[in-house]
């Protein structure tokens, strides 16, 4: 089981004019150490994982960077403020599986982490002239 308690952080814009000063807030999360080991394993024999969302994305990146630390119960556990945007080298994630987002917001960042820019702007054009309904409660995206 991976838990990302997600916070109302999650959904707010990105107010700093560079990207780099924003204050990326943090989050609760734990990973069990089956799941862990058996995502390190399906990495060794070159296949896929998808990740179901940026919080999950963000989370299991977030592992391979060593955020969090095991407790006595083989728990992975910790806070992660992990801010993922283009330039970012994913480690864990091949495909992501995510809502269309808002403009501005960190959610939007590590999408065109993952596709990059100029592919985000395209899809997201043809997204609404195609009047897709976007944001949390809309259509989804896949990237590969």
């Known amino acids: 089981k991976v838990t990302l308690h997600v916070g109302l952080g999650t959904f707010l814009p990105v107010t700093a004019e560079d990207l780099n000063d924003h204050d990326m807030h943090s989050e ?70 995510t809502n269309f987002h808002q403009p501005e917001s960190t959610l939007l960042a590590l999408v065109a982490a993952f596709a990059g820019i100029e592919n985000v702007k395209s899809v997201y054009e043809v997204a609404i002239k195609k009047k897709m309904r976007l944001f949390s409660y809309g259509d989804l995206s896949v990237w590969m």
Not at 78 to 88: A, H, K, R, S, V
């Open 28 to 97: 609760y999360v734990e990973i069990e150490d089956l799941v862990w080991e058996k995502i390190k394993k399906a990495k060794a024999d070159k296949k896929s994982i998808w990740g179901l969302g940026t919080t999950v994305t963000r989370t299991l990146e977030s592992q391979a960077l060593g955020y969090f630390s095991k407790n006595s119960l083989g728990v992975w556990q910790g806070m992660t403020n992990l801010l993922i945007q283009p330039g970012y080298h994913f480690q864990v994630i091949d495909k992501l599986l």
